[in-house]
């Protein structure tokens, strides 16, 4: 059956700005006004979305609930062959990112973008920075968007972190080769903050990290697997008792297995305690 197109999800919302872009550098997606946007800096730009693109940051993506933008760092390169790094200064192994290149590819990423940090964070993934947790997630989720650069080789020439007030922020405490992975697993934390995502407010509430503690075991059918029963009081039907035991639980795995969340638990409730 022919007939006029369907109006796609977007339309009405496509957001007009000026700007001062190379024409080669343009991006052909439109941006959605009020969207969440996260901007990658990369020398890998086909590493994007990869899974971010899979079910529900996937399929936001594809709602235009965020929005998604690599900025290839080659493009800002020196020379014919685009070059982004050069030797330590003082000697050493490896390599390390030119502040020229970079500083190039930051001011191109935040054209347009608040002035204001809370509103769009500016990070360097780096194994040095603060860790990264579900605090930050949640603050990086109020914000309008946010743009992360991505390192390699032995990092980022230290003037550009100044110059920039760059956040640093570390997926953990181990080395990657580069910041894709960790922007990926960042992006993730936080988009499925953002209102609509999940679906499921509860399943925020009540998840790891939610209220300090880690979360409670989950089981699901058949009522008994190889032997093992599902605990009785989840069966019970009574919410009061489910509730308490999985209090107690989440309490005794948070404690078990991460003290340092355990301690930090405990002295917010002394804190709380009038």
């Given at each position: 059956?022919?007939?006029?197109?369907?109006?796609?999800?977007?339309h009405?919302?496509?957001?007009v700005r000026?700007?001062?872009?190379?024409?080669?550098?343009?991006?052909d997606r439109?941006?959605?006004?009020?969207a969440?946007?996260?901007?990658?800096?990369?020398?890998?730009?086909?590493?994007?979305?990869?899974?971010?693109?899979e079910?529900?940051?996937?399929?936001?993506?594809?709602?235009?609930?965020?929005?998604?933008?690599?900025?290839?760092?080659?493009?800002f390169?020196?020379?014919?062959?685009?070059?982004?790094?050069?030797?330590?200064?003082?000697?050493?192994?490896?390599?390390?990112?030119?502040?020229?290149?970079?500083?190039?590819?930051?001011?191109?990423?935040?054209?347009?973008?608040?002035?204001?940090?809370?509103d769009?964070?500016?990070?360097?993934?780096?194994p040095?920075?603060?860790?990264?947790?579900q605090?930050?997630?949640?603050?990086?989720?109020r914000a309008?968007?946010?743009?992360?650069?991505?390192?390699?080789?032995?990092?980022?020439?230290?003037?550009?972190?100044?110059?920039?007030?760059?956040?640093?922020?570390?997926?953990?405490?181990?080395?990657?080769?580069?910041?894709?992975?960790?922007?990926?697993?960042?992006?993730?934390?936080?988009?499925?903050?953002?209102?609509?995502?999940?679906g499921?407010?509860?399943?925020?509430e009540?998840?790891?990290?939610?209220?300090g503690?880690?979360?409670?075991?989950?089981?699901?059918?058949p009522?008994?697997?190889?032997g093992?029963?599902?605990?009785?009081?989840?069966m019970?039907?009574?919410?009061?008792?489910?509730?308490?035991?999985?209090?107690?639980?989440?309490?005794?795995?948070?404690r078990?297995?991460?003290?340092?969340?355990?301690?930090?638990?405990?002295?917010?409730?002394?804190?709380?305690?009038?």
């Amino acid at each position: 059956m022919s007939g006029a197109p369907e109006t796609p999800k977007s339309h009405g919302r496509i957001a007009v700005r000026p700007t001062l872009r190379p024409r080669e550098l343009m991006t052909d997606r439109p941006d959605l006004a009020g969207a969440w946007r996260a901007k990658i800096i990369t020398l890998f730009p086909e590493a994007f979305p990869g899974v971010l693109g899979e079910s529900l940051t996937g399929k936001a993506l594809d709602e235009g609930k965020w929005q998604l933008e690599t900025v290839p760092l080659r493009d800002f390169g020196e020379g014919r062959h685009r070059n982004v790094d050069d030797t330590p200064a003082g000697g050493g192994a490896g390599m390390v990112l030119r502040p020229d290149v970079m500083g190039r590819a930051i001011d191109f990423a935040m054209e347009g973008t608040p002035e204001t940090r809370a509103d769009w964070p500016l990070v360097y993934l780096s194994p040095r920075g603060k860790r990264f947790d579900q605090a930050t997630a949640r603050r990086w989720s109020r914000a309008r968007g946010i743009t992360m650069i991505c390192g390699r080789f032995e990092g980022l020439d230290d003037r550009v972190l100044f110059h920039y007030g760059i956040e640093e922020v570390s997926l953990g405490d181990f080395v990657l080769t580069g910041g894709e992975i960790a922007a990926q697993a960042m992006i993730d934390a936080t988009v499925r903050l953002l209102p609509g995502v999940l679906g499921n407010a509860e399943s925020l509430e009540e998840e790891s990290h939610a209220s300090g503690l880690l979360e409670h075991p989950q089981f699901t059918r058949p009522a008994e697997w190889r032997g093992l029963p599902i605990p009785e009081v989840l069966m019970s039907g009574h919410h009061g008792r489910i509730a308490e035991w999985r209090r107690k639980m989440a309490e005794k795995i948070t404690r078990e297995r991460r003290p340092d969340l355990w301690a930090a638990h405990e002295a917010r409730k002394d804190r709380d305690t009038p």
